[in-house]
């Protein structure tokens, strides 16, 4: 079962569970997948909304969940922020599992080794092969912040 049926089978569930929460985040997961699959097709070919995209999906709103959860604490909306939470806790039952530091911290370690990284210069190239490889499965800010850490150090 992809990840998109998924989605649409939890979905159903949570209508018929009358879980108010759960199905507005996971509609508006499908119809962010909706949405990014039209965008990609091409000559007005229906294509197929594929894990790949369900999880750039996925990974984009948790992502703005937590930006919004900054937000909210920074002008000391609480009760926004929980709403925020409540829902990231949704969208991450979705995620792949997440990549611990040391993980990543291994990757970049191959990727500086692979471009010849020596210094802060070459951050795009060593961002540039470690991304694709944890997309989905790490944060980007964690990642960056690794990757300048063991750049500078």
């Not at 759960?22 to 000559?43: C, D, F, Y």
């Not at 911290?105 to 020596?118: F, N, S």
């Not at 499965?137 to 063991?150: H, P, W, Y």
Request: glycine share 6%.
């Amino acid at each position: 079962m992809s990840l998109y049926d998924k989605i649409l089978a939890d979905l159903k569930d949570s209508m018929k569970a009358r879980e108010e929460r759960r199905t507005l985040v996971l509609r508006s997961l499908k119809s962010a997948m909706l949405e990014k699959e039209i965008t990609q097709r091409k000559g007005g070919e229906r294509s197929e909304i594929t894990d790949e995209i369900a999880v750039e999906v996925i990974t984009k709103s948790a992502k703005q969940r937590r930006d919004s959860i900054e937000q909210y604490r920074g002008a000391n909306r609480e009760d926004l922020a929980e709403v925020e939470e409540a829902e990231l806790k949704i969208i991450e039952e979705y995620l792949p599992k997440q990549l611990e530091k040391a993980e990543i911290e291994a990757i970049v370690d191959g990727a500086i080794t692979k471009t010849g990284a020596a210094s802060m210069a070459d951050m795009g190239k060593v961002m540039g092969v470690v991304m694709p490889q944890v997309k989905g499965k790490a944060d980007g800010k964690l990642v960056n912040a690794v990757v300048k850490e063991r750049l500078n150090g």
